[in-house]
Each structure stands twice: as structure tokens, then as C-alpha cells.
């Protein structure tokens, strides 16, 4: 029987941003209607799709040998994993999720001190109970089921929010009055899953291929032939990755110089190169950087 490791795919809005990771990492990950086990193309890795908000729990508790989830979903149920990589991807931009806390426009409320006594509806209740602790301050939390922000001012006094860009809670007329955390995508572990020898190489491997494909995101490669009398000008317009790697020809006049660039700006580069006296310039897609 084949060995497996038990992988968790985060449901809902990071499904789609995830697959997109995988397949660029070389892997054939595909969702299907009403099914709960995405396929992959690698019969050593076992999917499963699971809410981000529960993936740190079952995989604590063993049902998982890992996942995909966000850090703050790991702070708000305690869970002891292993992280092994943070991978900054999101559904709307490559930033952070932030928690913030978020009143209407005409409340009163302007700090945490304001909270006492008051009531706030979250999705994050312990991590929310513990921020007021921090600052000394007791309210009613009380957990929502989603549609928040559309919860004060009848509802509740304030909410603690997830945002991206802040324009959900803008248009439900809302203000941020302060920021509780920053949260990214993490690749957690079940402690004694990465114990096991096989298990830890299999996952070391899979992190390994998922930072590389994030790291060829936006970048593409450059080639192109310069002559060694035009080879300063050629390399003073080019922003590297790292040095361009520089070869020798059959021509022992010529060199080709390869590197890697950001891909936005390789419409500016190219005419410059041109103009620099280089040749044959080709520009070709990255699917994965491997530091």
C-alpha cells in the first residue's frame, strides 16, 4: 500500500487561490462538484477540503497531517503545529489579512477603553476576549456567523472583522478603531506526523515546490546574445533577481546573458537592451524559483 500523508485544502474563499498555487507547483489539483476530496495527480498525498476556520484542529489532533490555513485561524483555536512555511497569497492581493475592530461612523466608541460594557460579534471570540484582556477591558463577545459587519449598530456595539482592502466595511459605513493582527496563509503540521522520517521529507518537498512556484509569480526570465564590447552597458540596465549568469559562445566575441526580472518591467527593459546593442532577446514564463 502506497504511503500518504492526510493534506487538508483550505473550502471557501482560498480554494480556487490554492488549486492555482498547486498547479503552478506542478501539481494536478482539481475540485469536484459535491466532493470533499479533491483529486491530485500524486498518489502519495491525500486531499481533503476542510474551512480554513477548522484546519488547525483536526490537524493538532491528528485527523490531518497538514494543511493549508491562516495564522490567525492557529491563534484563535490554540493549536499546537508545526508551521512550516508562511505563504502570502490571498483572494483579492498578495498583503495580510487584517483584524480589525470596526464601529459605525456616528458611534461614540473612538478606543479599546471605549468597549467596556459593550457588546461585539466576531468570528475570532478568543482571540478578541484576549486583545480586551490585554488592554484591560471586559465586554460581551459573543461569536457571529458571518455577515458581520452588517451587525452594528443594532446587533452589536462593534464588530472584530477580517479585511483586505477595507471596502466591505466602507460600504456598510464602518470605521476601523484599531487593528488587532496581521494574519497570512500557513502550511502547518501535526507534531508526530512530521516526526516520522517519510512524512517530514514529503512535506519538506511539497513546501519546497509551493515557495518556488510563489516565488516565480510575477517574474519572468530573460536571454539574449551581447557582444563582450556592449556587455557593461547591457548589464548596468538590467535588474536582477540575482547577478545574470553570463556564457561564453562559439563566438569568442559574444556571451549570452540570462536573468530574471520582474515581469512588469520588461516592456521598459527591452527597448533599452535593444538600444544597448543586444540580440536575439527572448523573454520566456517562470513557473517555479528555487532559492
Not at 502570502?88 to 460594557?117: E, Y
Not at 556592449?230 to 547577478?243: H, T
Not at 545574470?244 to 515581469?263: F, M, Q
Request: proline fraction near 4%; glycine fraction near 6%; charged fraction near 25%.
Amino acid at each position: 500500500m502506497t504511503q500518504q500523508i492526510r493534506l487538508g485544502i483550505p473550502a471557501g474563499s482560498l480554494q480556487e487561490a490554492t488549486g492555482e498555487l498547486f498547479r503552478k507547483a506542478g501539481f494536478k489539483l482539481a475540485f469536484q462538484s459535491r466532493s470533499y476530496y479533491p483529486a491530485i495527480d500524486d498518489p502519495e498525498i491525500h486531499c481533503t477540503l476542510i474551512r480554513a476556520q477548522e484546519m488547525a484542529r483536526y490537524v493538532q489532533d491528528g485527523s490531518l497531517d497538514c494543511g493549508l490555513t491562516g495564522h490567525d485561524w492557529v491563534l484563535e483555536n490554540e493549536a499546537k503545529v508545526v508551521e512550516l512555511a508562511e505563504l502570502v497569497f490571498s483572494k483579492v492581493s498578495r498583503r495580510p489579512v487584517r483584524w480589525v475592530l470596526a464601529v459605525p461612523n456616528d458611534s461614540p466608541i473612538k478606543t479599546v477603553h471605549d468597549l467596556q460594557g459593550k457588546r461585539i460579534a466576531t468570528e475570532v471570540v478568543n482571540m478578541t476576549r484576549r486583545w480586551l484582556a490585554s488592554h484591560g477591558v471586559t465586554a460581551q463577545v459573543e461569536f457571529s456567523w458571518g455577515a458581520t459587519e452588517v451587525k452594528p449598530p443594532r446587533l452589536a456595539d462593534a464588530i472584530v472583522d477580517v479585511t483586505e482592502t477595507g471596502s466591505s466595511l466602507r460600504a456598510n459605513n464602518l470605521r476601523i478603531v484599531a487593528e488587532l493582527m496581521t494574519s497570512t496563509t500557513r502550511f502547518i503540521a501535526n507534531e508526530k506526523a512530521y516526526a516520522e522520517p517519510w512524512k517530514k521529507q514529503k512535506m519538506d518537498d511539497l513546501v519546497l515546490m509551493l515557495q518556488g512556484a510563489m516565488a516565480a509569480e510575477g517574474k519572468v526570465g530573460l536571454m539574449m546574445n551581447v557582444s563582450r564590447d556592449d556587455l557593461k552597458a547591457v548589464l548596468s540596465i538590467l535588474p536582477a533577481l540575482q547577478n545574470p549568469t553570463i556564457s561564453g559562445l562559439s563566438d569568442d566575441h559574444w556571451v549570452a546573458v540570462n536573468t530574471i526580472l520582474d515581469e512588469d518591467t520588461v516592456r521598459h527593459i527591452i527597448p533599452k537592451l535593444k538600444a544597448a546593442g543586444a540580440k536575439g532577446i527572448v523573454e520566456y514564463p517562470l513557473n517555479k524559483i528555487i532559492a
